[in-house]
């Protein structure tokens, strides 16, 4: 991947990210199961902390 495919990959994530977290909220304030919005979130996390260490590698 590409520098700038990187960046783009980490913008749709975090796009991604904010939009999951909006919808755990109104998840947990209806009293509903959080658990699969919560473990979308840890793979997000995840593939984030990975597409920042290749951004980093590449600098």
């Known amino acids: 991947m590409t520098k700038k ?3 783009d990959q980490i913008t749709f994530l ?3 990210y904010v939009r999951i977290q909006g919808d ?3 998840l947990e304030a209806n009293g509903a199961n959080v658990s699969n919005a919560e473990a979308q ?3 997000i996390e995840n593939e984030l902390k ?3 260490k290749q951004l980093a590698e590449r600098k």
Do not use: G
């Open 5 to 7: 495919e990187i960046q």
């Open 14 to 16: 975090k796009s991604d």
């Open 24 to 26: 755990l909220d109104k």
């Open 41 to 43: 979130l840890e793979r």
């Open 50 to 52: 990975e597409l920042n």
